[in-house]
């Protein structure tokens, strides 16, 4: 396992962009694929976008295709989420997550809060 840090959420208007960051001092982070869920209260944790261990293979849902990119840099141990046309219904806790290749999303940050208002 390892820590991963968040960062970069706030308070945005829609259509709006915001890039949040995922940090982590571990020295095998290059080796772990890096996801990135939200969850709004009283709903389940949703899948948003990854990135594999090389920063070549990317996946999102279907609702954040071509507005959100997912892309990392390993030489400063960062994952990144950049956000364009936030949407209102966006609004919600970013979390990412690592897993080695193979295996589940076994490390999580605390969290970055993204609130989009009209």
């Known amino acids: 396992q390892m820590d991963l840090v968040e960062s970069g959420g706030g308070l945005v208007q829609t259509g709006a962009s915001l890039t949040l960051s995922c940090k982590s001092f571990n020295q095998h982070f290059s080796s772990y694929n890096i996801g990135w869920f939200r969850q709004t209260r009283g709903q389940e944790r949703e899948f948003v976008a990854a990135v594999d261990w090389s920063g070549v293979g990317t996946h999102y849902t279907d609702s954040v295709q071509g507005r959100f990119t997912v892309f990392r840099n390993n030489a400063k141990n960062t994952a990144y989420l950049q956000m364009n046309n936030l949407q209102l219904e966006d609004t919600a806790v970013y979390y990412c997550?690592?897993?080695?290749?193979?295996?589940?999303?076994?490390?999580w940050g605390q969290g970055t809060q993204v609130t989009v208002s009209s």
């Open positions: 997550a690592a897993a080695f290749s193979g295996s589940t999303w076994d490390s």
